[in-house]
């Protein structure tokens, strides 16, 4: 018996949850057609996770049937080689993350700037899905980069960013987080796109489904893989005991765009190891984002805006730096108020040429107890020229800085050009 025979007979066995507001019958088939004739991808080329109806009616182009089994495969992604012209020395030779930008005397060894060309975005995806005699959509995606970097540059081994399955409205595996909203991510060349996302790809279970023809809402329990904990040299290590707890209503607009409201509780936590007393705290934050078209759906205005407790550990841009808590001299955590703001446009100048203008601002609230030259704020703004001179073939130019700011408020600036070809599959 074939793998896919088997994958699916499991998954049918095991689904039996209630699927609501739906009107499947057993003859339904995937919608193989694509209806989008845009050239340029949205360049993040973010995956939007379907489940339910929305499932069976999104665009599933380039698939064939397997075999053996009701369903169908496609395979996907892109081929992209970044040429990066760092002028001030920053310390990812690869992205250029807010945290990398270098500060005079903060104890990092100083350098010149740089070139780089490398091809670690490269990603390729396998996408399969199907609905069962019932009825039932079901879908396994899987996706690979290369950006693992704490790996040298000859040795790219490949990296998982997504791996999950959908049952009906359930969605299990690692995904993006239910709080992060992909819409309103902005067109970078560079891979950190400004550091302006909420939350990470985590690990999760997710329900989602719908309020009326135009709201839908999300609940999940999600691992906190990033807490963000500063133990100051003291015994320990974060280890969290209970999962997050998120959720998100999203409303679609009339221009074709969509307003995003979400909101997540966790715990933080520091485990003493038996030596010092275990500490926890309850880390909060609520996030409001979205795009907006305009001028007959040819321009979009993106933003996003977020505020919490401990919500350094939600902040792609303070992540690696320990923002969210710190344990106190009494053996306590203190949570850091963290905030996210950004904005951008996207302006299709023709069917084969789109600029785009975003910048990206975070800052955090420190403790008395942070050291002088950990970093507090920071901003990015990028701008650049994507154009398509031919089908599945985008190229584009980038300019970008960067500054940060530190909590004895030292400041350094970042500048980087960005070249790139992007062939996709």
Not at 27 to 42: F, H, M, Q, Y
Not at 82 to 91: N, S
Not at 315 to 337: F, K, R, Y
Request: hydrophobic fraction near 40%; proline fraction near 4%.
């Amino acid at each position: 018996m074939k793998k896919s025979t088997i994958l699916f007979a499991v998954l049918g066995t095991c689904s039996v949850l209630p699927v609501f507001g739906q009107n499947w019958h057993p003859g339904d088939t995937l919608n193989t057609v694509k209806t989008d004739s845009i050239r340029i991808s949205d360049f993040r080329d973010n995956i939007i996770d379907y489940t339910g109806q929305d499932l069976v009616d999104a665009t599933f182009p380039n698939s064939w049937p397997l075999f053996g089994a009701k369903a169908r495969m496609a395979i996907g992604g892109y081929i992209k080689l970044d040429y990066i012209q760092d002028f001030d020395g920053g310390y990812n030779r690869f992205q250029y993350e807010i945290q990398n930008v270098p500060v005079d005397g903060d104890g990092r060894p100083a350098q010149s700037g740089y070139m780089n060309l490398h091809a670690r975005e490269s990603r390729i995806n396998f996408d399969i899905r199907s609905i069962n005699e019932v009825g039932r959509p079901f879908q396994i995606f899987i996706e690979l980069d290369f950006y693992n970097l704490d790996r040298g540059p000859f040795n790219q081994t490949p990296r998982l960013r997504h791996a999950y399955g959908v049952m009906g409205r359930l969605l299990i595996g690692r995904t993006w987080g239910t709080q992060s909203d992909l819409f309103a991510v902005p067109s970078t060349i560079d891979f950190a796109a400004g550091d302006a996302l909420t939350g990470t790809r985590r690990a999760q279970v997710r329900w989602e489904d719908k309020l009326g023809s135009r709201f839908m809402y999300a609940l999940a329990l999600e691992m906190l893989e990033f807490p963000g904990i500063d133990g100051r040299d003291t015994v320990g290590q974060a280890s969290q005991q209970l999962p997050l707890l998120t959720g998100r209503i999203t409303k679609k607009t009339a221009s074709g765009g969509r307003l995003f409201l979400g909101a997540s509780v966790f715990q933080l936590r520091w485990d003493g190891l038996g030596i010092m007393p275990n500490a926890t705290a309850m880390g909060w934050g609520f996030s409001f984002s979205g795009r907006e078209y305009f001028g007959s759906k040819k321009h979009y205005f993106r933003w996003m805006a977020s505020y919490g407790q401990g919500w350094g550990s939600q902040i792609v841009a303070t992540l690696g730096t320990e923002s969210s808590a710190i344990v106190t001299p009494e053996g306590n955590l203190e949570q850091m108020p963290a905030l996210n703001i950004g904005g951008g446009f996207g302006l299709r100048i023709s069917n084969t040429l789109i600029a785009n203008l975003n910048s990206n601002f975070y800052s955090i609230d420190p403790s008395e107890y942070k050291e002088g030259y950990d970093m507090k704020a920071g901003v990015s703004g990028h701008a650049n020229l994507i154009w398509s001179p031919i089908k599945s073939l985008n190229t584009g130019i980038e300019y970008m800085l960067a500054q940060r700011t530190n909590v004895n408020n030292s400041k350094g600036k970042g500048r980087r050009a960005l070249l790139m070809i992007k062939y996709l599959f």
